[in-house]
């Protein structure tokens, strides 16, 4: 079955450090790919998205770009903000029609003036 | 643009009582609509989804049900809570059209059950 792998958190960063969030994943076809976060108390928003191989998704400032050669979907940001800090969320969607979003453990990040 | 509403916010409820929790979507129609659970220190949990009206399907067998009354409207429910039924709550929302839509989320439900 599908499955995603999400580096164990917390990840506690001073401000303005360079981020990476890594994302693996475990899929028949040619699943898309996303990243979502959580801000405190509040419901996923998503951060950005690709849908095939070497498709980067970017938002604020955040970037992933979809490896198929490696599985993997990682979340880079050059300089965080505090303003950042939340839960990151991985997850991959099959292409064979099935409805279910399969997401990672989630990944809480803590940015520190 | 299309919005999400949930509620309540937050609930705290006996074991045994029932529940009803209530998402609407604005702005589209015919959405595919979806229930997550997100347990404390775990990922998110699909627990159903629905693609049309009176049409649901379960994900993991449980004490909760769902149901879809109208075109935009889904409710999670259940007879007797269970103190393992305590979570964060979020529904999700895509158009139907391509299984690579995006799913939008809603503010989620917090419930804790005592």
């Known amino acids: 079955g599908n499955s995603v792998t999400q580096m164990e958190g917390p990840v506690t960063l001073s401000e303005e450090a360079f981020l990476t969030i890594n994302c693996t994943y475990t899929?028949?076809?040619?699943?898309?790919l996303f990243w979502y976060v959580q801000y405190p108390g509040e419901g996923l928003q998503l951060l950005l998205k690709?849908?095939?191989?070497?498709d980067k998704g970017s938002n604020k400032g955040f970037e992933a770009t979809y490896r198929k050669e490696t599985t993997s979907f990682h979340l880079e940001k050059g300089s965080v903000q505090v303003s950042d800090s939340a839960v990151y969320f991985c997850?991959?969607?099959?292409?064979?029609?099935?409805?279910?979003?399969?997401f990672g453990t989630g990944t809480r990040l803590t940015i520190i003036p | 643009s299309q919005t999400i509403h949930q509620w309540p916010a937050t609930l705290v409820q006996p074991v045994g009582s029932p529940l009803s929790l209530e998402c609407t979507v604005e702005?589209?129609?015919?959405?595919?609509l979806y229930w997550y659970r997100q347990a404390a220190g775990r990922g998110l949990q699909l627990l159903f989804y629905?693609?049309?009206?009176?049409?649901i399907s379960s994900e993991v067998p449980q004490n909760l049900s769902a149901s879809r009354p109208q075109d935009r409207q889904f409710i999670l429910s259940s007879k007797k809570l269970l103190l393992s039924d305590s979570g964060f709550y979020l529904c999700?929302?895509?158009?139907?059209?391509?299984?690579?839509?995006?799913?939008?989320f809603g503010p989620g439900t917090r419930l804790t059950v005592l």
């Open positions: 702005g589209t129609s015919n959405p595919n």
């Open positions: 629905s693609v049309g009206i009176g049409q």
């Open positions: 899929a028949t076809g040619y699943p898309s």
């Open positions: 690709a849908t095939k191989a070497d």
């Open positions: 999700a929302w895509r158009r139907g059209v391509q299984s690579t839509d995006t799913q939008y």
């Open positions: 997850a991959l969607l099959s292409n064979f029609g099935n409805e279910k979003l399969t």
